[in-house]
């Protein structure tokens, strides 16, 4: 059953961000992952929320986004992001 990976991200630093973004593509492919959505326009329509730069990641299940958000190859790029930005990120399952 699929699994998705959200964040809602606030860059506080664009040039650490922007090594983040360089290295991050591959340990999601790696992983068997995708971007759905990376940071384009988002609309709110209930509930005021309005996140400035919204991220979804799909895998092919929940313990393939857990293998790849704790695998050494994303471990040091996710330091990267926890320094660039403020990040909310949850886990959600797919149905099945």
Avoid: N
């Avoid at 650490?16 to 360089?22: D, F, G, T, V």
């Avoid at 790696?30 to 759905?36: D, I, V």
């Avoid at 695998?71 to 399952?93: D, G, H, V, W």
């Amino acid at each position: 059953m699929a699994a998705y990976v959200i964040a809602e991200v606030e860059v506080t630093d664009p040039a650490a961000y922007e090594e983040y973004r360089k290295r991050v593509p591959a340990t999601i492919e790696q992983y068997g992952g995708r971007y759905l959505v990376r940071g384009g326009a988002t609309e709110s329509k209930e509930g005021g929320w309005a996140p400035g730069r919204l991220v979804i990641l799909e895998f092919p299940s929940m313990e393939q986004a857990r293998r790849w958000y704790d695998s050494p190859e994303y471990t040091p790029a996710r330091a990267i992001r926890q320094r660039a930005s403020k990040s909310k990120l949850i886990f959600a399952e797919g149905l099945g």
